[in-house]
């Protein structure tokens, strides 16, 4: 059995689990294949290993895959998969849980948020280069101080929640506001309740913790982004579509926001000629939220199993 596994950018995935004990031949693949290369590129593969939402699989592209099996992504859902073709075809498709987080610690998704939130807040991209070139407190501006500001986050899911006890820590006050928040959801969650356009005028760093769907599609367009309390910075660690790119690198540029710290991003890896890399108020991290050894060792022993348990005629977590 030919079993690819896609996108393993950190050259780690084969030291990560026991491909050994599986039957069959284990290819890696480290760097991004481009749409059109796909079938030529997986021909005869007959197992699919997804790093959820790297790669994306259309009903086209999955047509030229005649061999494929069995399609195994981390993670339960992946929207840049088209599940309903496999299905439909018969193509079985398991998943894993997203591992590595314990209870009573934060998400790592929600650390790297707070991460691009320091980083903007005390200027440590621009001191450390500073620093490097003996410019001793010099650079401009002032580094900022989170106590008695104000965030907003948008979504208050599972890691939404996980942003009020660190803010409260740092002495933010929080509002909150998602589709289906009620005023006594957020209370219990150590939040306030408002409207995206309250939130949008009133909070100094605007944090995005929804999924991406046909609601969230662009639910930060230009007209958001100009409602945005002046000095305010926008933190997106959920998916890149939620915020419209093309208006942020606009509104960057005119200062609203007055910063961005960027996790996701529409085109992924980002392209090395992208606009928001020019951009001197952005702080920008290659989607990493979710990664860390301990998730992926557990992901990929998962994925291990998975392809076994079908190897043995007995598929579990399937999707």
């Given amino acids: 059995m030919r079993i690819a596994v896609l996108d393993d950018y950190h050259h780690r995935a084969a030291e990560l689990a026991d491909w050994q004990s599986l039957q069959g031949e284990v290819s890696f693949f ?7 290369d796909l079938p030529s590129t997986l021909a005869g593969t007959e197992v699919l290993v997804l790093m959820r939402e790297r790669t994306a699989f259309s009903a086209e592209t999955l047509a030229q895959l005649p ?20 299905h439909q075809h018969n193509i079985a498709v398991t998943g894993t849980g997203m591992l590595g987080y314990y209870p009573g610690q934060l998400n790592s998704t929600v650390e790297v948020a707070w991460a691009l939130i320091f980083a903007l807040y005390k200027g440590i991209i621009e001191n450390d280069a500073a620093t490097r070139e003996g410019i001793w407190q010099q650079r401009q501006p002032f580094p900022r101080n989170l106590a008695g500001q104000t965030i907003g986050l948008i979504g208050l899911g599972h890691l939404g929640k996980q942003m009020v006890t660190p803010a409260k820590a740092f002495g933010l006050n929080v509002i909150a ?20 356009q309250e939130l949008l005028a009133k909070a100094d760093i605007v944090s995005i913790h929804q999924i991406l769907s046909e ?17 305010a910075v926008l933190i997106n660690t959920s998916r890149g579509p939620i915020v419209d790119q093309q208006a942020l690198v606009a509104g960057l540029r005119a200062g609203k926001p007055a910063g961005a710290g960027l996790d996701v991003y529409d085109q992924e890896p980002l392209p090395k000629d992208h606009p928001l890399l020019q951009l001197e108020n952005t702080v920008l991290t290659p989607h990493i939220g979710y990664v ?28």
């Fill in 177 to 196: 506001w998602s589709q289906n928040l009620t005023e006594q959801g957020a209370a219990e969650a150590g939040a306030t309740r408002v409207d995206l």
């Fill in 215 to 231: 609601r969230t599609y662009h639910l930060l367009g230009a007209d958001e982004l100009n409602q945005m309390k002046a000095g």
């Fill in 67 to 86: 061999s494929l099996k069995l399609v195994v992504t981390t993670g339960m859902r992946n929207a840049s998969l088209d599940v309903g073709y496999l």
């Fill in 30 to 36: 480290h760097e991004p294949i481009p749409p059109q």
């Fill in 292 to 319: 860390s050894e301990a998730a992926f060792r557990e992901m990929y022993e998962q994925v291990v199993e998975n392809i076994a348990a079908f190897q043995q005629g007995t598929p579990i977590r399937m999707i």
